[in-house]
């Protein structure tokens, strides 16, 4: 069983930056694809980033593309997302997630963490 745990979040100001932190348990972490997706209030669970196993591919979506990095230290069971110029539209709460691609649909994933808030104050 993949347990999958966020951290980092927070309430910021508008232009500052966070580092959200995703650890993993279980043995099939280093061999799958992460993601990171959002949702705001009163909204759907929104694509982010994703990276494939061995980091050699990354995808983002294009409203955080040049802003947000995504990571993984597969010796640590830890993916990363970096988020610089933080914007109060990227408000929401953060879930990282294990799939079986490098997907932006959430369907390929098959484990979600609970989610850690990200707040961006105006």
């Known amino acids: 069983q993949v347990q999958l745990v966020e951290s980092g979040g927070g309430l910021v100001q508008a232009g500052t930056s966070l580092k959200l932190s995703c650890a993993a348990s279980g043995r099939t972490f280093s061999s799958r694809p992460m993601g990171w997706f959002r949702q705001a209030p009163g909204k759907g669970r929104d694509f982010v980033a994703a990276?494939?196993?061995?980091?050699?591919?990354?995808d983002y979506a294009d409203s955080v593309k040049g802003r947000f990095t995504i990571s993984r230290d597969n010796a640590k069971n830890t993916v990363y997302l970096q988020m610089n110029s933080l914007k109060p539209e990227d408000t929401a709460v953060y879930y990282c997630a294990q799939g079986r691609s490098p997907s932006r649909s959430a369907y390929d994933y098959d484990y979600w963490g609970q989610g850690t808030q990200v707040t961006v104050s105006s």
């Open positions: 990276i494939s196993w061995s980091s050699a591919s990354t």
